[in-house]
């Protein structure tokens, strides 16, 4: 059974920088589109940036374009956020879905079959 797990959140001063990684177990990564998604208390569960299967293509929100970015390796997806702001706080979950033919990476979360923990991120002004 696929298996995403979450690492690299904390607290960290509002400027700063924080990695994000997503390890996927239970199977091979090839042929998944990777996403991060976060969510804070009270609100739904926003895009955050995605990667195609390949790694070549990429999707940013708005509100991190410049700031973070999305890549991956083997076996993992990381998140690379750079000058964060006290609004960037929230819980940051990495998802995956088995799209092998996905050029562009969906920004919906229904989109999305396979989902992690969840890592809280804490940004201090």
């Known amino acids: 059974q696929v298996q995403l797990t979450e690492s690299g959140g904390g607290l960290v001063q509002a400027g700063g920088s924080l990695r994000l990684s997503c390890a996927f177990s239970g199977g091979t990564i090839n042929g998944y589109v990777m996403g991060w998604f976060r969510q804070t208390p009270g609100k739904e569960r926003e895009f955050v940036a995605a990667?195609?299967?390949?790694?070549?293509r990429t999707r940013y929100a708005d509100s991190v374009k410049g700031r973070f970015t999305v890549f991956r390796d083997e076996n993992t997806v990381y998140l690379q956020m750079s000058s964060l702001k006290p609004e960037d706080k929230a819980v940051y979950y990495c998802?995956?879905?088995?799209?092998?033919?996905?050029?562009?990476?969906?920004?919906?979360?229904?989109?999305?079959?396979?989902w992690g923990q969840g890592n809280q991120v804490t940004v201090s002004s």
């Open positions: 998802a995956g879905d088995w799209r092998p033919y996905s050029y562009n990476p969906s920004p919906e979360s229904n989109a999305y079959a396979v």
């Open positions: 990667v195609t299967h390949s790694g070549k």
